[in-house]
């Protein structure tokens, strides 16, 4: 038999590691994509003392393609098959920052980062069980419609230039649905809701964003409470297949959200800037 295998990025901190760890006793194997090795070994020694799961720690920093490269290259080496690729990881940037191949740093790594990975990731996941994909988006769409050009801005707004990430994700979702669906394949983005992790909180910002944690705090869910969604994703992949999801209700997507053209210009962009023909 086949090892039922779960991949997850950012899974060392906030709605990631508790994602992982409400999951760890589904799968035979998780895959543990992080930027830190050094957190991603501490996090599989706790799962592994705790639940009869194999865990492997892999090096993907998103906001690179290079690194994104390698680390799927050792992927496709490791394994046949991905049962469940779940693209947790995500940054908040206060400050207008660049990745080193020139996106600019939120849109390429939410968006641009899991892209990428996915559509070299994607012959795997399509080779086993449960082909499932999982994408955590936000209900940050809702303020930033999508022009373009997407992935390079003059003006920089924490709040937009965030809100276009997670729309990318989710017509990222929607995209894969239409695609793949007939294959079998199983998408669903989710809404994780408002919750307090290290989103923002960068060596450059600092301090502002600790004043704005101190301020929202009481408004925040926790960590665990976050990854419901994501979890819920994960167990029940027909019912939630090709929706928007939070805490296992659907959800409604605002009208621009659902602009197939503005998503195919996207889609066409991403293919053109990363040398690609296809999802």
């Given at each position: 038999?086949?090892?039922?295998i779960?991949?997850?990025?950012?899974p060392?901190s906030?709605i990631g590691?508790?994602?992982?760890l409400?999951?760890?006793?589904?799968?035979?194997?998780?895959?543990?994509?992080?930027?830190n090795l050094?957190?991603?070994e501490?996090l599989?020694?706790e799962?592994e003392?705790k639940?009869p799961?194999?865990i492997?720690v892999?090096?993907?920093?998103?906001?690179?393609?290079?690194?994104?490269?390698s680390?799927a290259?050792?992927?496709k080496?490791k394994?046949?098959?991905?049962?469940c690729l779940?693209?947790?990881?995500?940054?908040?940037s206060?400050t207008?920052?660049e990745t080193k191949?020139?996106f600019e740093?939120?849109m390429?790594t939410?968006?641009i980062g899991?892209f990428?990975?996915?559509?070299?990731l994607?012959?795997l996941?399509?080779d086993s069980e449960?082909?499932?994909?999982?994408v955590v988006?936000s209900?940050g769409?809702?303020?930033?419609?999508l022009?373009?050009?997407?992935?390079?801005?003059?003006?920089?707004?924490p709040?937009t230039?965030y809100?276009?990430?997670?729309?990318g994700?989710?017509y990222l979702?929607?995209t894969?649905y239409?695609?793949?669906?007939e294959e079998?394949?199983?998408t669903t983005?989710v809404?994780?809701?408002a919750v307090?992790?290290?989103l923002?909180?960068?060596?450059?910002?600092?301090?502002?964003g600790?004043?704005?944690?101190k301020?929202?705090t009481p408004y925040?869910l926790?960590?665990?409470?976050?990854?419901f969604s994501?979890?819920?994703?994960?167990?029940?992949?027909?019912?939630?297949?090709g929706?928007?999801?939070?805490?296992?209700?659907?959800?409604?997507?605002?009208?621009?959200g659902?602009?197939?053209?503005?998503r195919?210009s996207?889609m066409?962009?991403?293919?053109?800037?990363?040398n690609?023909?296809?999802l």
């Amino acid at each position: 038999m086949r090892e039922n295998i779960m991949a997850i990025t950012g899974p060392t901190s906030g709605i990631g590691r508790e994602t992982a760890l409400a999951l760890a006793n589904q799968f035979d194997r998780i895959v543990l994509l992080v930027r830190n090795l050094n957190k991603g070994e501490v996090l599989k020694q706790e799962i592994e003392t705790k639940l009869p799961v194999k865990i492997d720690v892999i090096h993907c920093d998103l906001s690179e393609l290079s690194s994104i490269e390698s680390a799927a290259n050792k992927m496709k080496e490791k394994y046949d098959s991905i049962d469940c690729l779940i693209l947790n990881a995500g940054i908040v940037s206060l400050t207008k920052q660049e990745t080193k191949d020139g996106f600019e740093m939120m849109m390429g790594t939410n968006y641009i980062g899991h892209f990428y990975l996915t559509h070299l990731l994607l012959p795997l996941v399509l080779d086993s069980e449960t082909k499932q994909v999982v994408v955590v988006s936000s209900n940050g769409y809702k303020f930033a419609p999508l022009k373009a050009p997407y992935f390079k801005r003059r003006k920089f707004n924490p709040v937009t230039n965030y809100g276009q990430s997670k729309l990318g994700t989710l017509y990222l979702m929607q995209t894969l649905y239409d695609s793949y669906h007939e294959e079998g394949l199983k998408t669903t983005a989710v809404h994780p809701g408002a919750v307090s992790t290290n989103l923002g909180k960068t060596p450059k910002n600092e301090r502002f964003g600790n004043l704005v944690y101190k301020v929202l705090t009481p408004y925040f869910l926790t960590a665990e409470e976050g990854s419901f969604s994501t979890v819920m994703a994960v167990k029940f992949p027909e019912k939630y297949n090709g929706k928007y999801m939070h805490n296992g209700k659907i959800l409604k997507v605002q009208k621009h959200g659902n602009d197939i053209d503005a998503r195919t210009s996207l889609m066409t962009a991403t293919l053109d800037v990363l040398n690609l023909t296809h999802l």
